[in-house]
């Protein structure tokens, strides 16, 4: 009886280690399926990913439309999206038909967890000031202006007040602003003034401090003895040598919180050492947003800001207009950098309930030179132009014979500079 049943159990036993081996192997091709095509989905979402940034970058140029070859990567683009958006889709099919293996692979990456992410850098260890921050000095800022029938590009570079350049900081700055000119009123008897390059703290005929900007950061200067706070958690410049500050003499930048904290101790530190109390009942005002943000013309009409190059300066390059302009020899005609800043701003602003496209080409057809173009005009004049269209985008094509003044809610680059080539205006709607 015995024997008879291990004579069974031998004669099954090699089926049932088949049936098993098979088994595994089909599990185990499973998920090597669902790793390789998982892998597939994340290289196909970077691709996405990586689209969708050109594509932002593309459209900052002068919220330029797309021109005829634009449209052609468009359209690439597209189908390169579908096919990804195709591949994506792949992993989950492959997961069905596994019979829902992927449930437990998503089960054991749960159970191991997501990655650690890098740790913050300690905020104790500050950085040193670099010679960016003690910049005083603005960079040159390259501007155009026509003279005549030629259109050049020339140098400008601004002296602009403490105020100026409060108006002009970001948010942050202001924040700080706020923040540090608070604690310094909040202690009796101190007074602010503000003057061209900076807004001067005194106690009677005691100078206590001074805050400036200096490039983009807002800096502090404090009736304190550098050599004291050298090599402490305090990083500090000494400014003794210099005759402005020679009653301020430690500098001190505000960067982030932590530096406004310093800043708060080495201002009590200043009171202390000139008797000063605090006062009981001072309220906090919101001093930086009476500096609401302004364009530099503005400034320069209050006088807040000095030019220091006249206006027919001779620098940069020149161009003179041309009777006729292909969309093809553009680039090769006239700078991105100088195309963007010929256009001009108008005080109308876009409604963007239905957008619509025209190109040059059909401009030129329908428009006389010296006319000024709009998307009225447009709707008259262009057979089969769509009346419902709120919002249009002039966009590059064929060639331009005449001086036209487009205004638009876009432009693609090389619309823009064919409008300016020809000695026309593009102007841009906010």
């Not at 503000?194 to 400036?212: D, Q, T």
């Not at 590059?396 to 026309?424: H, N």
Request: with cysteine; charged share 35%.
């Amino acid at each position: 009886m015995v024997r008879n049943v291990l004579s069974a159990v031998m004669e099954i036993s090699p089926t049932v280690i088949g049936i098993i081996a098979a088994a595994a192997a089909v599990l185990i091709g499973a998920l090597l399926a669902v790793f390789f095509l998982t892998r597939k989905k994340k290289r196909a979402d970077k691709h996405l990913e990586n689209f969708a940034k050109d594509a932002a970058e593309e459209l900052t140029v002068a919220d330029c439309a797309e021109t005829p070859e634009e449209q052609t990567e468009t359209e690439k683009t597209e189908e390169a999206v579908e096919a990804a958006e195709e591949v994506s889709e792949e992993p989950e099919e492959a997961v069905e038909a596994a019979g829902g293996i992927s449930e437990k692979v998503e089960e054991a990456i749960e159970e191991k967890g997501e990655p650690e992410s890098a740790e913050e850098p300690d905020d104790e260890k500050d950085e040193p000031d670099g010679k960016d921050d003690d910049e005083e000095d603005e960079a040159p800022i390259r501007t155009v202006a026509r003279a005549g029938e030629h259109i050049r590009y020339i140098i400008i570079k601004y002296n602009k007040s403490f105020t100026a350049k409060l108006i002009q900081s970001a948010d942050g700055v202001k924040d700080y602003y706020t923040e540090i000119k608070n604690e310094i009123l909040s202690y009796k008897g101190v007074k602010a003034r503000v003057s061209w390059k900076y807004e001067a703290f005194n106690a009677g005929r005691a100078m206590l401090a001074k805050i400036a900007v200096r490039g983009k950061n807002l800096s502090l200067f404090l009736a304190l003895d550098p050599k004291a706070y050298a090599d402490t958690k305090y990083i500090i410049d000494d400014m003794s040598e210099v005759a402005a500050y020679e009653k301020t003499p430690l500098l001190y930048r505000i960067k982030n919180d932590r530096r406004l904290n310093y800043c708060k101790e080495l201002i009590a530190t200043v009171m202390q050492a000139n008797g000063l109390e605090k006062l009981e009942n001072y309220e906090n005002r919101q001093w930086g947003k009476e500096y609401p943000y302004e364009k530099i013309e503005p400034l320069i009409e209050r006088k807040l800001v000095k030019v220091l190059t006249e206006e027919d300066a001779k620098s940069g390059d020149v161009f003179k207009p041309r009777s006729q302009v292909a969309a093809s020899e553009v680039n090769e005609l006239l700078q991105d950098e100088i195309a963007v800043a010929l256009i001009e701003e108008a005080d109308e602003i876009s409604d963007k309930t239905k957008s619509g496209i025209i190109n040059i080409d059909t401009l030129s057809r329908y428009f006389d030179n010296g006319e000024t173009v709009t998307l009225e005009e447009i709707k008259k004049r262009v057979p089969d132009f769509p009346k419902k269209t709120t919002f249009i985008k002039v966009l590059a094509r064929g060639t331009l014979d005449k001086k036209l003044k487009v205004i638009a809610d876009g432009f693609s680059i090389e619309a823009a500079k064919m409008i300016l080539l020809t000695g026309g205006n593009a102007v841009k709607k906010k």
